[in-house]
């Protein structure tokens, strides 16, 4: 089963549920605000994808962050923020169990799609 985690308002995560659903794959999707991600997860995906690329910088959620929290970032730190704000993990972001896509890609979600089609 495919997970994709975003935000339900998100032109981009919507963007990656057509996609996927144009190619009649199920997924699961986990709304950050509304669900938050476990410490499980988290670890996983910082282990997975480095916190560089997890961490969104460009989000409305880092434009309100204090300004020491932005200074400083190590992956001790960033890890605290996603925890604390689950809507800073880049997205969307697509969990297919055997990897991770951080962000939209049409062409490795097409390829993801049609794995998980001939998978079953």
Sequence with gaps: MITLYGLKNCDT???ARRALASHNV???FV???AEGIDDQQLDRFLHEAGWQRLLNKQSTTWRSLDDSDKQNIDEAKARQLLRNHPTLIKRPL???GESL???FDADRYDALAEAAKTSH
Aim: charged fraction near 40%.
């Design 13 to 15: 995560c919507r963007k």
């Design 26 to 28: 199920d997924i699961h």
């Design 31 to 33: 709304d950050l605000r």
């Design 94 to 96: 697509l969990d297919s």
């Design 101 to 103: 896509v951080v962000g």
